[in-house]
């Protein structure tokens, strides 16, 4: 293969679904960077490829990117995977690929299989369009921001998230969304697959109800609203936001989903600011 960097996707649970490229690329890298040495290993060993393995996790990205750099400026392919799916999509990976690319190398993208994509496939929802928002914050006040912030768009809404934390993170999306549905899948591609959509109002109930509800991978995809606002009627949007953010985060993300002017939007808030005080 050529110097490069090889961003391979790997199977997110059933190993079938391994891409022919993929396969190619693993047995002709040069280097195999891998997040857990370990669970590459049992994949290679299960497709019959033998390849040099080294570990590049988020403990050691910033070190190891310098010397994947190096590698490839050698004139060597670097393929580079994470346990499941794609790197750098919630995973491990970004500041390499970031590396590589300002030290104007080359980056080669080898998709395939993907929770994100495989969740909305099956979620049955229509949307127009739609916000990867990867895991919560897990606690306090960057958490409620970051839901304040999801329940003033417009879109559908996709989160991945720990079973240890699911059945609050429902809760919470309910507090902050209010009567939406969300699809809830579980384990995708694996032998206990679970996608059901439920309304978010019963869904921390129906979670809990049965133990094996709780266990395994989750990828949330909620259903979009109708803006409540245009740009002929922003304040009702500002004024939500600014219950829940700073004033210039407000302001910002005001402008971002009703198309209004900052310059107008701006002292709009200051005014709703001194009349809550």
Known sequence: MEPGLYVVATPIGNLGDITLRAIETLK???????????????????LGISAHLVALHEHNERKGASQVVGWIREGKSVALVS???????????????????????????????????????????????????????????VRREKLAALAAGPWAIVLFE????????????????????????REITKRFETIARVPLATAAAWVAENPDRTRGEFVLVVEGKT????????????????????????????????GGKRNELYPAALEIRARHK
Do not use: W
């Open 28 to 46: 002709s890298a040069d280097v195999v960077a891998a997040e857990d040495t370990r669970n590459t290993r049992a994949l290679l060993t299960h």
């Open 83 to 141: 346990d499941a799916g794609t790197p750098g999509v919630s995973d491990p990976g970004a500041f390499v690929v970031a590396a590589v690319r300002e030290a104007g190398l080359r980056v080669v993208p080898v998709p395939g299989a993907s929770a994100l994509t495989a969740a909305l496939s099956a979620s049955g929802m229509s949307y127009e369009g739609c916000v990867f928002a990867g895991f919560l914050p897990a606690k306090g006040a």
């Open 162 to 185: 720990a079973p240890h934390r699911v059945a609050q993170t429902l809760a919470d999306l309910h507090e902050s969304l209010g009567d939406r549905d969300v699809v809830v899948a």
């Open 227 to 258: 803006p409540i606002a245009t740009a002929n009627d922003p304040l009702p949007v500002l004024e939500a936001l600014l219950a829940e953010l700073p004033l210039k985060s407000a302001v910002a993300l005001a402008v971002k989903i009703t």
